[in-house]
């Protein structure tokens, strides 16, 4: 069995369920992991009042790192413009703009300020559900970003960490445990699927003067779908 199969089979749930009368935070290491992983939820959220913030760790630049285009400027635009699809408006967005692919070693004075950052952020909106990528996702960033957001808010009152799959739907090794919910997006899912479509330098319909990271198809099916999943991080 794979992730994605043992992913499909977790119990489906409302948004309602998920969230349980709080608010939401959904955290981003890139711009698009949020469309791509919670988008559903997202709108939801927006619609129902209940989201409190997105926020993107870093302005994903890495994803064309030898280009002589303002990357960093142009995923932001996307993500701006995808929030808006979602029912979001500019105040629901900070942009913190720490390194692409150096959330794994972010030390010091940097690391200091972020987990401060974060901490205030969540504790000023607790009772919260914040979500994030999925610990088991092969990228370093990833990884990093739930690590940072479990230290972040280690011992908040009224706030719960939840993770969001990316990368994880193409894992082919057996899951050890696969913990946590399905909801049932089908309302949302058009919407979710033109927020995706926001992202034309991640898909390959922006003209570039260098090629880059685009997102696999494979992967594109996985998230067009009518559940997003939430699932538990390993302690």
């Not at 303002?70 to 408006?89: C, K, N, P, Q």
């Not at 972010?106 to 205030?120: D, F, K, Y």
């Amino acid at each position: 069995m794979t992730y994605a199969q043992a992913m499909r089979q977790l119990p489906l749930a409302t948004p309602e369920t998920l969230l349980a009368h709080r608010g939401l935070i959904v955290v981003a290491p890139h711009p698009d992991d949020e469309t791509l992983g919670c988008g559903g939820l997202l709108a939801w959220a927006a619609r129902g009042d209940v989201l409190r913030h997105v926020v993107f760790l870093t302005n994903g630049e890495g994803s064309h790192p030898d280009t002589t285009r303002d990357i960093a400027a142009i995923r932001r635009g996307e993500a701006m413009l995808a929030a808006s699809h979602l029912g979001l408006t500019p105040a629901h967005l900070s942009f913190m703009g720490l390194p692409d692919t150096g959330l794994p070693t972010l030390g010091g004075e940097q690391r200091l300020w972020a987990t401060h950052w974060l901490r205030c952020l969540a504790a000023e909106r607790s009772p919260c559900l914040i979500v994030v990528t999925a610990d088991t996702d092969p990228h370093g960033d990833h990884r990093a970003a739930c690590a940072l957001i479990q230290e972040s808010t280690r011992g908040l009152p009224g706030v719960e960490v939840m993770t969001y799959p990316i990368w994880s739907w193409l894992l082919l090794d057996e899951p050890v445990v696969v913990s946590g919910m399905r909801i049932d997006i089908t309302a949302q899912r058009s919407i979710k699927a033109s927020a995706i479509e926001a992202y034309a330098s991640q898909q390959g319909r922006l003209s570039l003067d260098v090629d880059g990271f685009r997102i696999p198809e494979e992967l594109l099916r996985h998230v067009h779908a009518d559940t997003e999943v939430f699932l538990r991080p390993a302690v």
